[in-house]
């Protein structure tokens, strides 16, 4: 189980994180998910006692990280898949972790294995592709075995093959009775690995829950309509207690009711009904809508750029 | 998946045990070792050589300040830079990388860290140097011999000039290493090494005397000289005094280090 609380980090005048605060519950992935430069890197190296907090506090299994002896055995992380040693073999690089943690070399040859890191061991790690390196990385971070796993961004660089992978891997993990907490500013990555999701945008908090709700929230399914006699239909559709929006574009987005719905009724009172189209917002744009007010920069993008999906 | 208890000293050796693998699993420990020792005897051998074939022309006051033991220890001035970049590379490797990050989450405790980093490359440093020294030497003995002008390790002073030099060798592992830990950059901190025995020793060289000497004196690597050959300079301390203001450079590198890294993030 990993504890956020209150937790606020400065640098200078800019502020990281903001009085966030959150629990990470074992069993299954979480996801903590927010735009680049929302805080999400920050948080998880102060969970891991690397950068110091301006306020608030952060443990691991109950425990500040740093108080941790043999901290591998509790947690394991992979924060930056590149931050390797180029001039060191793959197994060198393990061995010396392990080291630290009093764990041996067979240790190191099973999660050389667990990664499918074999036939490079030998090899220095200069030569590695990201993917390879992402791989390294999460061998370091199983070392201890630890119940705790933390990712940043552990899907960046890898090929379909390897994103397969890592996902398998986090669920087993996940239905091991382990606490895996993995950051993405990816909603579609997320939805595909984590049961849960923490939001952030600007260092604070914008959803703690299971993703189906945070889908749920952060979007308005609605039905696009068009017709030549668009204004007709469209009080037709409010008296039967539809919500009728027009669109820029001369169509309307209607909720509260179904397509079928729409469509007997245009079809009751002679209305041709050029397009019916069910919307449903994609992950990618719930979480859009979750963090639009707390993203650092954007592209100012035309007022309606939500697509059928 | 259970907590595992661990006695201090076994943490000390599991820290050890890390730095160790980090540092003779590296080529750039070799080399720089290799370039030490090529510049330490070449160089020595060259101007010990010189010395021989010069010494029938040579002035009798050249002849009185002549010093085989400091001569033959021409080559420390490039041979100290490589053990400076030994120590540099120590550290500033690890946060140029991030992989500081991954050594300080497998190991909170920072200053057991450093400790263990002064430790293992300390250790290295000094039997390489050591080793160096005694080679360079003989080996500046040697072109000597032909004009009968080399001495054992029986003369006196010879034994702990050489001792002193590989010593001082070390010391500069552990100076790379304490500016390593401040700048935590490679070039920078290997620019503050040149900084701290080429250019802190000409300028210092260059104030109107005596300063030149009162200051000079506590400058690390003509400290160094000073516990190298055969009688101090004039105005300079003795051998003794010397090697303490050349072991507190190492002190103070590595205090300094200890100081920092725990008041910055990783």
């Keep these: ?28 992935v979480t996801g903590f998910l927010g735009p680049n430069g929302a805080g999400k890197s920050t948080t998880m190296r102060v969970i891991l006692g690397l950068d110091a907090p301006t306020a608030g506090w952060a443990t691991v299994g109950g425990r500040p990280y740093q108080r941790l002896v043999r901290p591998l055995h509790q947690a394991g992380a992979l924060l930056d898949a590149g931050a390797v040693p180029g001039g060191r073999t793959a197994r060198d690089h393990l061995l010396a972790i392990a080291a630290s943690n009093g764990i041996g070399a067979r240790r190191v040859a099973e999660v050389l294995g667990l990664a499918g890191l074999d036939s490079v061991a030998g090899k220095r790690v200069r030569g590695f592709s990201l993917g390879m390196k992402q791989r390294l990385g999460i061998a370091a971070a199983l070392l201890g075995d630890p119940p705790v796993l933390m990712f940043d961004e552990p899907v960046n660089g890898l090929d379909p093959e390897g994103v397969h992978w890592i996902r398998g891997l986090f669920k087993s993990l996940a239905a091991e009775g382990r606490t895996i907490f993995v950051s993405s500013h990816l909603m579609s990555e997320m939805a595909l690995t984590a049961e849960h999701l923490i939001v952030i945008g600007r260092g604070r908090l914008v959803a703690d829950a299971p993703i189906e709700e945070v889908v749920r929230q952060g979007s308005r399914n609605d039905i696009l309509v068009r017709s030549p006699a668009g204004g007709a239909l469209a009080g037709l559709l409010s008296q039967r207690g539809g919500a009728v929006t027009a669109e820029t574009d001369g169509g309307l987005a209607v909720t509260g009711l179904d397509a079928a719905e729409i469509g007997d009724l245009a079809r009751e009172h002679g209305i041709a009904l050029h397009e019916l189209t069910p919307r449903h917002a994609s992950l990618e744009e719930a979480f859009m809508e979750l963090t639009k007010d707390s993203v650092d920069y954007h592209a100012d993008l035309p007022a309606d750029t939500r697509k059928a999906a | 998946m259970t907590a595992i208890t661990a006695s201090v000293p076994a943490r000390a050796r599991d820290v050890l045990a890390s730095e160790w693998i980090k540092l003779r699993s590296v080529r750039s420990t070799y080399l720089i070792l290799l370039v030490a020792a090529v510049a330490a005897v070449g160089v020595g051998y060259l101007v010990t050589h010189s010395d021989a074939t010069h010494w029938a022309s040579m002035s009798a006051s050249a002849r009185a300040a002549f010093d085989p033991v400091a001569d033959s220890f021409a080559g420390l001035g490039i041979a100290q830079l490589a053990f400076g970049a030994l120590g540099v590379l120590a550290i500033s490797s690890e946060f140029t990388t991030g992989l500081i990050r991954t050594t300080f989450a497998a190991a909170p405790r920072r200053r057991a860290v450093i400790a ?7 250790v290295i440093s000094l039997l390489a140097g050591e080793l160096i020294a005694f080679a360079t030497f003989f080996t500046g003995q040697w072109a000597l011999s032909a004009q009968h002008l080399d ?38 901190a290997i620019t503050a090494m040149v900084g701290v025995v080429f250019l802190l020793p000409t300028i210092v060289g260059a104030l109107p005397v005596p300063w030149n000497v009162r200051i000079g004196k506590y400058t690390v690597n003509l400290a160094a000289q000073q516990t190298i050959a055969q009688h101090p300079h004039a105005g300079y301390f003795s051998a003794g005094p010397s090697f303490l203001i050349v072991a507190a450079y190492a002190a103070v590198a590595i205090a300094a280090a200890a100081f920092v890294i725990t008041r910055r993030d990783a």
């Design chain 1, 1 to 28: 189980m990993i504890e956020v609380h209150e937790l606020t980090k400065r640098y200078g005048h800019a502020v990281a994180v903001d009085g966030l605060s959150f629990t990470v519950h074992p069993g299954r």
């Design chain 2, 116 to 122: 263990a980093k002064a430790a293992v490359a300390g």
């Design chain 2, 151 to 188: 001495v054992t390790l029986a003369h006196p002073g010879a034994l702990r000039g050489v001792l002193a030099a590989g010593f001082y060798l070390a010391v500069m592992t552990w100076v790379g290493l304490g500016l390593g830990a401040v700048i935590r950059h490679t070039a920078g």
